[in-house]
C-alpha cells in the first residue's frame, strides 16, 4: 500500500511552522501541554463553528498561553464591545481549571482576519459543508466552490474530494473535481490542506480540500528571496 504523507506535515521547516509553539525548555511538562493543547482546540471547534475559522495557533511560556484565531469573520467572534472574546476567555479558563496543571497560566486571545478565504483550505471546506448540510446538490456545491476559488489570483489550482453517501445514496462512493495544478510532490510549493465533515441525517460525508497557492522561494536562513540561478558558460578553446 502506498504511504500518503499530509501536505503540511511535510513542509514543516520548509514554508510551514508548527500550529503549538512552547517557549519552554521542560520536557516533563511535553504530555501536559499537549493534552492541554488538544483540549482547547476540541472547545474552539465547538464554540467557532460556522464563524470561518482558517486556523487555531497556541504559544507558550512558562507565565501565559497565547491563543490566535485566524477567521476571516472576526467580527462574529469579537462581539460587542469585545463580549465575545470575553466569553470565549471564560470558557478556556474553565477548561484550565478542570486539568491538572502545575502553573494556570495567564490566558491572551489574539484575533486576526484572513484577508482572501478563498485560498484558505479549511474555510473552504466548511462553505462546501454548509451547503451540503443546506441540502443543496453536491455537485453544484463543488462547482461554485472551485469557482470562487480559481477567481483569486493567488490560487493556481484546486482539488476537492467528497466522499459518503453523496445526495443520499445507499451505497456510499466518492467524487472529485480538480482544477489547475497540484503538485504534491514539490515541497517548496504552498499548499494548503483540510479535511471537514457536513454532518447530514442519512450520514456523514467527508470532505478534502487542496488548494495551490504558488511556490515559495525564500532562503531559510536568511529569509530573503532566492535569486534564480544563472546558467555557466564553458570557457572557449583556443
Known amino acids: 500500500m502506498t504511504h500518503v504523507a499530509h501536505p503540511y506535515v511535510q513542509r514543516i521547516g520548509v514554508n510551514r511552522d508548527w500550529k503549538s509553539r512552547w517557549f519552554t525548555a521542560d520536557p516533563k511538562k511535553f504530555r501536559e501541554y499537549l493534552r492541554s493543547d488538544a ?23 512558562q507565565k501565559d498561553i497565547r491563543i490566535i484565531i485566524k477567521t476571516a469573520r ?75 476559488v480559481m477567481a483569486n489570483r493567488d490560487v493556481q489550482g484546486v482539488r476537492i474530494i467528497l466522499s459518503g453517501r ?28 483540510a479535511r471537514v465533515t457536513a454532518r447530514l441525517p442519512y450520514g456523514a460525508i467527508g470532505i478534502k480540500v487542496w488548494i495551490y497557492r504558488g511556490q515559495v522561494f525564500t532562503d531559510r536562513k536568511s529569509g530573503q528571496a532566492e535569486a534564480p540561478s544563472r546558467p555557466t558558460r564553458a570557457p572557449r578553446k583556443g
Not at 108 to 128: F, H, Y
Open 166 to 193: 453523496l445526495g443520499g445514496a445507499d451505497m456510499a462512493r466518492k467524487e472529485e473535481l480538480k482544477k489547475g495544478r497540484i503538485p504534491l510532490q514539490t515541497l517548496r510549493a504552498d499548499i494548503d490542506f
Open 39 to 61: 483540549e482547547i482546540r476540541r472547545l474552539l471547534t465547538k464554540k467557532l463553528k460556522g464563524m470561518s475559522v482558517d486556523t487555531v495557533e497556541i504559544e507558550r511560556n
Open 74 to 148: 472576526p467580527g462574529l467572534i469579537i462581539g460587542r464591545s469585545g463580549e465575545g472574546v470575553v466569553k470565549l476567555k471564560k470558557d478556556i479558563d474553565m477548561l484550565l481549571r478542570t486539568q491538572k496543571l502545575t502553573n494556570k497560566p495567564e490566558i491572551k486571545l489574539d484575533i486576526e482576519e484572513v484577508r482572501s478565504p478563498e485560498s484558505s483550505a479549511n474555510i473552504v471546506g466548511q462553505m462546501i459543508a454548509e451547503g451540503l448540510e443546506k441540502r443543496l446538490t453536491f455537485r453544484r456545491v463543488m462547482k461554485q466552490s472551485i469557482e470562487k
